[in-house]
């Protein structure tokens, strides 16, 4: 166990109490602790448990500024006669997280004494203090300054719902195919899930790509890429309400006489199917419907008709294709508009929910990039796919249908869903109106944490919420599967493009 110091009393903040306390560093390494570091004092109570918030330097020598200029002015540095690290004195400040005694952790009550020795923590106590489950936990990455594996525990992160925020280029897509491979590599024993990813930038096809290391190959085999173009609905599932949710300007009236029609075509083509083609073929042929209701429907009607998406048959067949221990990718980088988008969305995600409600198929968890698209916080962007969303984020959690929903823009993403999923993990983001969005959030996220989420670098990430006891901070490990080159840099990109116009420049 390595001792780093000595609790002190102070003033200004009063400590130690409850909800704070500072040490001075005795242990004379250059560097013996850091900010966000976990340290351990053994009390009366048990073993407490606290993370580092600040390390303040002091030196009394140097705290007067005109002593300080008035000694220099003599053309003699100050530390010749006080050298600096002789007099340094370095105080920590921490926030005790908990007490663990006879196996159990309990809340802290009682504060630590001034003269009790801090120690850095056990790798074993934390594991127990965080709640990870090394045993079949998901391996997203490693705990920042200590030597611990950071496996989150399935049920706790997935059950409720996440989410993965943070600014452009800081690692979400890399984190969410880190989660997906550790999804994909589970034993069935340990339980598995079926993963269905939206895909919006077609980043993902790259998961299906054979990996360097053979005790990876198997994963690549467990990944279905399919392409926007294949994507089409069975016409004959599709209610009147939900073709009303398709086309949310359709008049009450329009949705009741379209659903009587859908009626009648179901009863007659009973086994068979039809398609859109065939139910505008029959509303054309209506006369009992008044001419103005028949217009208007049709008009909504072909608009759906124009996307391509609805045929007879359901293409992938949602019901083979998502199995636990595989992953299913949408790859939607080629459907051009942000409407057709959501409908797909839209269509998918109602479909898996009510696939999933009859136990038609495996839980799953479906990861939503760019969920800020598909269910915007503002009402005059409604999406198509929002109240899907929202109503698996409402109920999913008793059908064992998860999201992990991934944005880049926080304060455009709907509340209702943000504040549903109960494990938020946060890659660097700057932008204060995001920051004020987390925080608003989670009750779990200070002033000082969202600090430390600003600054936060590439890869590293803050996880707060239902998957763990305390808010921690991981480097998220390398990727078992090759990324895919869409990130090549613009060096890269201007010479390749070049090269293939004239192929004699190198
Ligand atoms: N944990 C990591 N280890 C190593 N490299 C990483 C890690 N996380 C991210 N990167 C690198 O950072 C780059 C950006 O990551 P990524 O594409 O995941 O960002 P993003 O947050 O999804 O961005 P965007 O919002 O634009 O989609 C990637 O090219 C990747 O190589
Ligand atoms: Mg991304």
Not at 359 to 380: K, Y
Request: hydrophobic letters at 40%.
């Amino acid at each position: 166990m390595k001792f780093v110091g000595t609790v002190i009393t102070s003033n200004f903040p009063p400590s130690p109490t409850t909800s704070n306390f500072s040490f001075v560093i005795t242990n004379d390494e250059p560097i013996p602790v850091r900010k966000g570091q976990y340290v351990q004092i053994n009390t009366e109570d048990g073993l407490l448990l606290g993370m580092i918030q600040e390390i303040i330097k002091t030196n009394r020598f140097y705290s007067h500024a005109e002593y300080v200029k008035e000694y220099e002015r003599g053309g003699q540095p100050l530390t010749s006669i006080f050298p600096c690290d002789r007099w340094d004195m370095l105080i920590a400040t921490a926030k005790p997280l908990g007490v663990f005694s006879n196996g159990f952790f309990d809340k802290v009550s009682f504060p630590p004494s001034p003269g009790e020795r801090v120690y850095v923590a056990d790798d074993e106590v934390l594991v127990d203090l965080l709640g990870l489950d090394l045993e079949h936990g998901l391996y997203l990455g490693n705990l920042r300054f200590h030597d611990v594996s950071v496996s989150l525990n399935m049920t706790r992160l997935l059950q409720k719902h996440l989410a993965i925020l943070a600014m452009s280029g800081s690692g979400k897509s890399y984190l969410a195919s880190v989660l997906i491979e550790e999804l994909l590599s589970r034993k069935i024993e340990s339980g598995r899930v079926a993963v269905v990813v939206i895909d919006v930038h077609g980043e993902y096809s790259s998961l299906a790509n054979k990996p360097d290391k053979d005790v990876h190959s198997g994963l690549s085999d467990k990944v279905t890429v399919v392409k926007s173009s294949f994507v089409q609905f069975a016409t004959p599932l599709i209610s009147n309400r939900w073709f009303g949710a398709f086309q949310p300007e359709m008049s009450p009236i329009q949705v009741r006489e379209l659903g009587k029609i859908i009626t009648e075509m179901r009863r007659e083509y009973r086994e068979k199917s039809y398609s859109l083609q065939d139910l505008l073929i029959r509303i054309e042929n209506d006369s009992k419907i008044p001419q103005r209701t028949r217009e208007a429907m049709l008009g909504w009607l072909y608009e759906l008709e124009d996307t391509r998406l609805f045929g007879t048959e359901e293409t992938p067949d949602l019901e083979n294709i998502v199995k636990a221990g595989h992953a299913v990718i949408l790859d939607l980088s080629e459907a051009t508009s942000l409407r057709k988008k959501q409908l797909i969305v839209s269509y998918i995600g109602s479909r898996l929910f009510g696939l999933r409600r009859r136990g038609a198929i495996p839980p799953f968890t479906m990861i939503l990039e760019e969920a800020h698209q598909f269910c915007p916080q503002a009402r005059q962007e409604l999406a198509i796919s929002q109240s899907i969303i929202e109503q698996i984020a409402r109920e999913g959690r008793k059908f064992y249908a998860a999201l992990c929903l991934i944005s880049q823009r926080p304060v455009r993403l709907s509340t209702t869903v943000l504040s549903q999923a109960n494990t938020h993990i946060m890659l660097r983001i700057s932008n204060p109106n995001d920051l004020d969005t987390i925080k608003a959030s989670s009750e779990m996220i200070t002033s000082e944490t969202a600090a430390m989420i600003s600054s936060l670098p590439v890869g590293e990430a803050l996880i707060v919420g239902s998957a763990i006891n305390f808010p921690l901070f991981v480097k998220i490990r390398k990727r078992y599967t090759k990324e895919s080159t869409y990130e090549a840099n613009l060096e890269q990109a201007a010479k390749t493009f070049e090269q293939s116009t004239s192929p004699d420049i190198k």
